[in-house]
């Protein structure tokens, strides 16, 4: 379920539309069924580190590991290209929520110059380094 990028993809209506097909009254009963059916965000993080190595083969990408030692609030994705740094927080889709530190972290690296991105899907964490490419002249 939601493997695959859907440009415009609508939330809501995805949502509604759940909830209607497995007959679900409330929104929060039809998250905690996604949250089950959604695959984890590490196969979304793994997707997006696979397309930013197969587009940009010269850039540094990384997938940075949460643990008892590390920093809070550090995006999941590390990607650099042309001396840019790109933190993407990935987020699975309808049922992923930002905290306020991974907020806070992003305000933080575009403060000093980097970009920061929530993202769900391969698409959109290229998009953004696309989009910084073309401001960049």
């Given at each position: 379920?939601?493997?695959?990028?859907?440009?415009?993809f609508?939330?809501?209506e995805?949502?509604?539309?759940?909830m209607?097909?497995?007959?679900?009254?409330?929104?929060?009963?039809?998250?905690?069924?996604?949250r089950?059916?959604?695959?984890?965000e590490?196969?979304?993080?793994?997707?997006?580190?696979?397309?930013?190595k197969?587009?940009y083969?010269?850039?540094?990408?990384?997938?940075?590991s949460?643990?008892?030692?590390?920093?809070?609030?550090i995006?999941?994705?590390?990607?650099?290209?042309?001396?840019?740094y790109?933190?993407?927080?990935v987020?699975?889709?309808?049922?992923?929520?930002r905290?306020?530190l991974?907020?806070?972290?992003a305000?933080?690296?575009?403060?000093?110059?980097g970009?920061?991105?929530?993202?769900?899907?391969?698409?959109e964490?290229?998009?953004?380094?696309e989009?910084?490419?073309k401001?960049?002249?």
């Open positions: 379920m939601l493997e695959k990028y859907e440009k415009d609508d939330e809501n995805f949502v509604r539309s759940f209607e097909r497995k007959q679900i009254s409330t929104k929060k009963q039809a998250l905690a069924e996604l089950k059916l959604i695959k984890k590490g196969y979304y993080q793994t997707k997006i580190k696979e397309a930013l197969k587009r083969p010269d850039a540094f990408v990384a997938k940075i949460q643990g008892a030692y590390s920093q809070a609030g995006p999941d994705v590390m990607f650099i290209k042309d001396g840019h790109f933190g993407f927080e987020k699975r889709p309808v049922v992923g929520i905290s306020k991974q907020e806070q972290t305000r933080m690296i575009q403060a000093a110059g970009t920061a991105a929530f993202v769900c899907w391969p698409e964490a290229i998009r953004e380094v989009e910084y490419e401001s960049q002249g």
